[in-house]
């Protein structure tokens, strides 16, 4: 009886998550800093022609891949961050507790800075050579980073242990970062900072032949390691008593998170807090520590907070954006506060 | 940890007395009126007053116009110099640069010989500074917000000219007794305003009277080319700038480049956004009021040759604009065009340039200097 009634709450709880999920997403695509009006959004988006050529150019080419962008990086941070906290066993491990989103920094630090003081010539300027340098740059330090990290779990018996070194390499990487940024032009650091508040609005269609392959395999992995998962929540020996490859399982987790986190990261710059607060979020909703739940769950719901965020910072009557950092935490603090706030009330 | 906040208090209280002395010194100084009074005509940030035995030089506060204004004091007189620890002996013999706008003015009046210090060289393409550098005449002295204090002292300028930031990075540099001038040019919202700039760096040097005539010059030679672009009898409809990182910059209505585009009689689509800096969009904003602007016009900063294609891959939505698609797109290559160093002084070659390539009708046909019409595929 008492499980027949939570089998049912779950399945409310993902009923609901996914209205809501496609709820923002067409939210996302009405609404922006150029009125549309609703209907023409909805002749569009089940296929009809639209007198409107400006509005149909910017729904397809500007808020469809933007949304797409957001639903994306929100699952793939919450699904690595969900990741990360089952493996350290630390509730406060994200995707970037690796390292890998600081090596990402210092990698976009190295060509932006460096190049402008070198040759001469500040990035700001330089277009298409520049904007794709970035993310080559940053997905090239984010890699840089994986490997070390993967090479040293293999010499490391102690997740603990990895978990300092990954602390370690962020705080290298920003002194890294910092000295470059001592050294640089005003312009230089400015782009810098701008995509240090990441952002979802970066990515056109053609960016996204790479962008949407590389999640995809990385969520699509997760769901493969919804086992393993599970096995490791009972203790590293145990795990092994059952006949769990530790090592092998380790290994596949932290390279899935690392592609998340290298390719969205690369392509939107560090996106804070999504990954750490979702799983949690998702607990307080989900109440299990059951993955065959939480790692859909994470997915829809980081999706849709992001999402959520996006929206807000693309607020109508706005013209600009504000940066999707500032929104992700103001809105993400909040929310965590008050679910470990009722979970506490709850347990006592 | 209290000795260190000892000495930054130390350090605050010496500041404090020497400004308060400085605003004592320049009030003693100012109960005799001016015998002459320099007023820029374009420019709106300073002034020169000049008294028996020295010059006053007052620029408005780079960022709070109630606030006082920094003062210079300027003087040859060694009795004057000698009662005025402060006062800036000219003509400057010895002086340190820390943008390279300030060696396009000083090129302009023939005072490079005099610089013995540049900050972040590597941004100044001028021969003879470059030449300089090389042969260790003029000494590095670093980024131009952490300047290295001792080499300075070292060096010994009779003057260093700065560009001011919102923070003061120069406090250890003024407490080690190197005179500082604010350069506020880049602060001059129009392209004749950041000209007359020149008079300012000129009253260090007393070549004002040089400095003057090459303003006048200038200033001519800018409203003969607004004339025949008022002859044009259509107004074409311009936007400008491109995204980085997802946001479209463009200039503001009253802004050093909307100026430009204001004096070469083009309807710029956001001439009535008002400010002087530059505004920062959405790419659906800026589409939905320029999709069907008859120009567009860009500032890049590309190694290779620009084109079409180069636009395209970098944001495909580029191509959807009325501007891409008639091949209307003017611009120009700051990599190679130096339009941020040389154009300063030449803002009427950058205005014919405009003027010729948004207005065909007027079939000017002068050789372009630093903007072009975007050809290549």
Same mark, same amino acid.
């Given at each position: ?29 009405s ?11 909805v ?58 989103s ?6 976009? %630090? ?85 995509w ?106 980081g ?29 993400? %603090? ?15 | 940890?209290? /000795? ?8 605050? =209280?010496? &500041? ?60 040859e ?16 013999e ?7 706008t300030?060696?396009s ?7 490079l ?7 972040e ?11 300089g550098? #090389?042969?260790?005449?003029? #000494?590095?002295?670093?980024s ?10 070292? &060096?010994h ?11 003061d990075?120069?406090g ?32 260090f ?8 005539s ?20 259509? /107004? ?12 479209w ?11 430009? &585009? ?14 002087? !800096? ?43 604009? #009325? ?19 040389? !154009?300063l ?9 405009? =003027? ?5 009708? &007027? ?15």
């Amino acid at each position: 009886m008492q499980k027949g009634e939570t089998k049912q709450r779950k399945r409310s709880a993902f009923i609901l998550l996914g209205i809501s999920l496609f709820v923002l997403f067409v939210l996302n695509i009405s609404l922006g800093s150029v009125y549309i009006p609703f209907q023409a959004v909805v002749k569009w988006m089940f296929g009809f022609q639209i007198s409107n050529e400006i509005w149909e150019n910017i729904l397809m080419k500007s808020r469809l891949p933007q949304a797409v962008t957001a639903l994306l990086a929100g699952a793939g941070l919450a699904a690595g961050g969900l990741q990360m906290q089952t493996l350290f066993r630390n509730p406060l491990a994200g995707p970037s507790i690796l390292g890998i989103s600081s090596g990402a920094g210092l990698g976009v %630090a190295i060509v932006v800075l460096l190049f402008g003081a070198i040759q001469g010539i500040s990035l700001a300027g330089l277009g298409w050579f520049g904007s794709l340098t970035i993310t080559a740059a940053a997905f090239l330090g984010a890699i840089w980073v994986l490997f070390m990290v993967l090479f040293l779990a293999r010499k490391l018996k102690n997740n603990a242990m990895l978990l300092i070194v990954g602390i370690m390499v962020g705080y290298a990487s920003s002194a890294i970062v910092g000295l470059l940024q001592f050294l640089s032009t005003k312009e230089d650091i400015q782009s810098f900072v701008v995509w240090g508040l990441g952002s979802f609005n970066n990515l056109t269609w053609d960016r996204h032949t790479i962008f949407i392959p590389m999640v995809v395999i990385g969520l699509v992995g997760s769901l493969f390691l919804i086992k393993p998962l599970n096995v490791l929540l009972l203790g590293e020996n145990y795990a092994a008593n059952l006949g769990l490859n530790i090592k092998r399982s380790r290994l596949s987790i932290l390279v899935i998170t690392g592609l998340l986190t290298a390719t969205i990261t690369a392509f939107c710059g560090p996106v804070a807090f999504l990954g750490l607060a979702v799983p949690h979020l998702s607990k307080g909703i989900f109440k299990t520590a059951d993955h065959s739940v939480l790692i859909p769950a994470v997915m829809l719901f980081g999706g849709a907070l992001a999402l959520l965020c996006h929206l807000i910072a693309r607020m109508p009557g706005f013209d600009g954006t504000l940066p999707i950092n500032a929104v992700t935490s103001l809105i993400g %603090a909040p929310i965590v506060v008050s679910v470990i706030l009722k979970r506490r009330s709850l347990t006592q | 940890m209290i /000795k260190k906040s000892g000495l930054f208090i130390l350090a605050l =209280v010496a &500041l404090v007395a020497c400004k308060q002395r400085k605003t004592e010194a320049d009030k003693g100084m100012q109960k005799n009126t001016p015998i002459a009074t320099y007023k820029p005509s374009y420019a709106n940030r300073f002034k020169v007053e000049y008294f028996k035995d020295h010059k006053r030089v007052e620029v408005v506060h780079p960022w709070d116009s109630t606030q006082a204004p920094i003062v210079s004091i300027l003087s040859e007189d060694s009795l004057f110099l000698q009662e005025n620890p402060d006062a800036i002996k000219i003509p400057v013999e010895r002086w340190v640069s820390v943008t390279s706008t300030q060696i396009s003015y000083a090129n302009e009046l023939e005072v490079l010989q005099q610089v013995v210090g540049m900050a972040e060289p590597q941004y100044v393409s001028n021969p003879i500074v470059q030449k300089g550098i #090389r042969e260790g005449t003029i #000494r590095n002295i670093g980024s131009a917000f952490a300047p290295d204090a001792e080499l300075l002292m070292a &060096l010994h300028p009779d003057m260093m000219m700065i560009s001011p930031f919102k923070e003061d990075f120069y406090g250890p540099v003024r407490s080690a007794g190197i005179k500082i001038a604010t350069n506020c040019s880049y602060l001059e919202n129009t392209p004749l305003g950041r000209v007359e700039w020149l008079v300012y760096v000129a009253t260090f040097f007393n070549k004002e009277e040089q400095a003057k005539s090459i303003v006048e010059e200038i200033a001519k030679r800018y409203h003969d080319v607004k004339e025949i672009a008022l002859k044009a009898d259509s /107004k074409p409809t311009v936007f400008t700038g491109k995204t980085y990182q997802g946001v479209w910059y463009t200039a503001a209505a009253e802004s050093y480049n909307a100026n430009f &585009l204001k004096d070469a009689n083009v309807n710029y689509i956001f001439k009535d956004r008002h400010g002087t !800096g530059s505004l920062s969009y959405d790419f659906e904003t800026v589409y939905e009021s320029a999709a069907n602007s008859e120009f567009w016009s860009l500032i890049v900063n590309s190694p290779e040759t620009y084109g079409y294609s180069l636009l395209s891959q970098e944001d495909e939505r580029y191509a959807d604009f #009325r501007a891409f698609k008639e091949k209307n797109v003017i611009y120009s290559n700051s990599n190679k065009s130096m339009i941020y160093e040389k !154009g300063l002084m030449e803002p009427d070659v950058i205005l014919q340039d405009l =003027v010729q390539l948004l207005h065909p009708e &007027l079939g000017l046909d002068k050789e372009l200097v630093y903007y072009q019409k975007l050809t290549k595929e």
